[in-house]
């Protein structure tokens, strides 16, 4: 007996608890996020003129028939609580950063209640000497450089992440940890390292937390598992001789297999449709993530350029190249393109080449049956970002946004996702 509740009688209550949350999501979804004070307080509270609410949807374009497999697991996942979902958010600095994709993450896992999963594949940014979120907290010893797939001068072999920290100290060191939004630690137990290195280096954990195993899952990647679950991952790194050594880390993930939503955030400051096409590992590695749902915002360092140098088709013909990619490690992934946000070249004239990007993603998403969310129409338009400056829900470069424009951002497609979950769901009970 716990808690004064018998065994038997514990299993009928927690069948009832998740049968009671599944009848609530299918019969009143299209209220849950208003329940929920994060979406309230951005969306509700914060309401603003120049936002297009109306326009607040996904379109799926095409067939809906790999939809309606990815909502039919949300719906397993919320009935029987058996169901793993993997996220795979693509995309440039509106990535990188986290403000957007903490968020997202954050909104997906409290979709249905008890679902988040692991934390899932990250990079430490601040150890290739750029912007981390503050989510991902760590500490190194030795000489770090990174190298990004968006810089032209860069040449080496990247991962999925597009992004290398790379170190030639005989003796370094990784700490590494993630907070979730409500800034508490996830546990893991076990952790893929995506790496490469020269022969004479050695890699080993922590005394405090031994590795008991450790098996290749991939090109570049081997899967670690701890003694016992932990918030705090160790790497170190030793070289085996007094000759030239070389160490380059391309991501790590958390896993803990645990049933849910997982949110993967894959973002390279300035990378665009071409840059991920540089990541010659990224099918194999991508392999280990196994995306369900694949969101791409990739289009604003393509087109922030004079509308006279912007090539609509060899952007379209380098992002339907990364989709074939995605497709080939998994055939049944959605897509869910996200359009530009409004910008200005240069921060003084409005970018009118969002619409020819619009028009590209939506022949995109006609092609691969995908859904598309027009960021552009609901900001409110062309030269909208300037009113998403005034209200500081955008940075004065009129680009990018601020953290509380970006969680704005995560609430609205949060809930045009539900929306659409709420239609299939409601489809299926009538």
Not at 142 to 169: E, H, L, M
Not at 270 to 284: H, I, K, M, Y
Request: proline share 3%; with cysteine.
């Amino acid at each position: 007996m716990v808690d004064g509740i018998s065994a038997e009688k514990r299993w009928p209550l927690k069948l009832a608890q998740k049968q009671l949350c599944f009848i609530f999501i299918l019969c009143s979804f299209s209220s849950l996020f208003a329940q929920k004070k994060d979406f309230r307080n951005s969306t509700e509270n914060n309401s603003f003129e120049f936002i297009r609410y109306d326009s607040n949807e996904i379109v799926l374009h095409g067939s809906h028939t790999q939809w309606n497999k990815l909502f039919g697991k949300f719906e397993k996942l919320a009935f029987e609580g058996t169901c793993e979902i993997s996220i795979v958010h693509m995309g440039g600095s509106h990535v990188q950063a986290g403000f957007l994709t903490d968020k997202m993450r954050h909104n997906f896992t409290q979709m249905i209640y008890g679902a988040q999963g692991e934390r899932g594949f990250l990079f430490p940014f601040d150890l290739a000497k750029s912007n981390s979120p503050k989510s991902i907290q760590c500490k190194w010893t030795g000489d770090w450089t990174g190298q990004r797939n968006s810089v032209k001068a860069d040449t080496a072999v990247w991962g999925v992440s597009g992004i290398n920290a790379i170190t030639r100290s005989r003796n370094a060191s990784i700490t590494l940890s993630a907070l979730n939004y409500d800034s508490v630690a996830y546990t893991f137990s076990k952790v893929k390292l995506y790496f490469n290195a020269t022969s004479n280096i050695n890699i080993e954990g922590d005394s405090l937390n031994n590795w008991t195993d450790l098996s290749y899952c991939g090109k570049g990647c081997v899967e670690i598992s701890l003694s016992k679950p932990t918030e705090v991952f160790q790497l170190n790194i030793a070289s085996t001789d007094t000759m030239p050594c070389l160490f380059t880390l391309q991501g790590i993930y958390l896993q803990q297999e645990q049933r849910g939503i997982t949110y993967n955030a894959i973002g390279v400051n300035g990378a665009n449709s071409g840059s991920f096409l540089r990541c010659e590992l990224l099918p194999d590695q991508l392999q280990t993530v196994y995306p369900d749902l694949v969101i791409l915002g990739i289009g604003v360092n393509d087109a922030n350029v004079p509308p006279d140098q912007f090539n609509a088709q060899a952007y379209e013909a380098k992002y339907d190249s990364l989709i074939r990619t995605i497709l080939k490690v998994n055939p049944e992934a959605c897509f869910l393109f996200l359009n530009n946000n409004d910008t200005y070249i240069g921060g003084t004239t409005p970018n009118t080449n969002v619409f020819r990007v619009r028009d590209v993603i939506n022949k995109l998403a006609d092609r691969y049956d995908g859904g598309v969310y027009d960021f552009f129409a609901v900001m409110g338009g062309l030269g909208s970002i300037k009113k998403w400056e005034e209200q500081k829900l955008a940075a004065l470069d009129k680009i990018h946004l601020t953290k509380k424009g970006y969680e704005l951002q995560a609430d609205l497609i949060a809930i045009a996702f539900r929306n659409s979950l709420g239609n299939f769901l409601d489809k299926k009970r009538n």
